[in-house]
């Protein structure tokens, strides 16, 4: 079974592989507290709940993996409307001036006019653009996992509702 050129099943394991590794690496360096955790922490059991789905290739199984997909799919549009506005804000407000990360700050003194509301207008619009690029290509690698698992669980469907019904071919 193929999508285009691609193979579903080792498509569907690299992405929910990359999506274990996205996860683990924001709960890794991405929370301060317990809250900012938990959405890493589910991403990771729903990625490796994908896995285990389709390496078991049942059909309740995948039903469920299809709806927890459907139902990502739907919450990743969250960080695309939110981000993208949070971000522009940030970088065009001059917050980012301040904003001290492992104990460095930003001296905008040394890197020319960066306090220009020109020029902090048109990074918070690059911020802001880039935020909204990185949101839609998850949107979309959200899109493309629920196609897939959608794939597989008809493809289990129509085997197992042929074996029930003692199907046999000539």
């Not at 001036?97 to 905008?108: A, L």
Request: hydrophobic share 50%; proline share 5%.
């Amino acid at each position: 079974m193929k999508v285009g050129c691609l193979p579903v099943k080792p498509l569907l394991y690299t992405l929910a592989a990359l999506g274990i590794l996205r996860s683990g690496a924001q709960f890794y360096w991405g929370h301060c507290h317990v809250f900012e955790a938990v959405i890493p922490v589910f991403y990771l059991l729903f990625n490796g709940f994908l896995i285990a789905a389709v390496a078991r290739r049942e059909v309740k199984m995948l039903k469920w993996a299809q709806r927890m997909t459907l139902a990502a799919t739907i919450l990743s549009i969250i960080p695309f409307l939110l981000f993208p506005v949070m971000t522009a804000s940030f970088f065009a407000s001059g917050e980012w001036e301040k904003w001290d990360m492992n104990g460095t700050h930003v001296h905008p003194e040394r890197y020319g006019n960066l306090t220009s509301p020109d020029f902090r207008f048109f990074l918070g619009t690059i911020a802001g653009l880039t935020v909204e690029a990185g949101a839609a290509f998850l949107i979309g690698v959200e899109m493309l996992k629920y196609i897939l698992i959608t794939r597989i669980w008809r493809s289990e469907y129509t085997v197992n509702m042929m074996h029930n019904d003692n199907f046999q071919t000539p």
